[in-house]
């Protein structure tokens, strides 16, 4: 069931996830949907889950093949993939940031750390940035990626359009490294 939900999720978003559509896919009846999860939403962060797990390998990969060097030149590697992963998969990316009422199950919460600690391990490279402070570092400067790349994907705000991005994100990754402590060599 929850490789249906994301197939549904990847084909169709969030719409197109319902416990009739899963059912259906995972030929199987509707009501093992709410015999096998809590509710939709528990089936939901699962298949979120799965999407997450797919963008930190994506990272990961993109770090191993892409820039070395530089602090700066790998956050930037990482936000290009980023930004790519989101536009190759966009339906089920969108998905993992609609608005839950459930707190993320552990095993979800460890995909999610797991997401993170790829941004923390070039971060550690700063020399002078506090450990205690790199996970508030990691987590800002990728709301911030995120942010540019959710408006220039969904289009619904205004003047970011998906051209502006790159260069946006360029700007934000240079500027923040540069302003923290080790930086103005990074």
Known sequence: MIAAAVDLLREGGSAA?????????????????????????TLKLEANAVTMRALRHHLVDALRSGRSGSVTDRLLCLAEAYLGFA?????????????TTIAAPPAIAAEIAALFAVIESVLVDLDGLPPGRIPLVAKALWS????????????GLGPVGQDDVPAMIETLVRASVRGLPGGTHS
């Open 17 to 41: 996830l319902t416990a009739r559509a899963v059912a259906e896919r995972a030929g199987a009846a509707v009501g093992s949907v709410y015999g096998a999860f809590a509710n939709l939403e």
């Open 87 to 99: 536009r190759a998969n966009r339906e089920a990316w969108a998905a993992m940031f609609d608005r």
């Open 144 to 155: 911030s990626v995120h942010g540019m790349v959710y408006l220039g994907e969904v289009g």
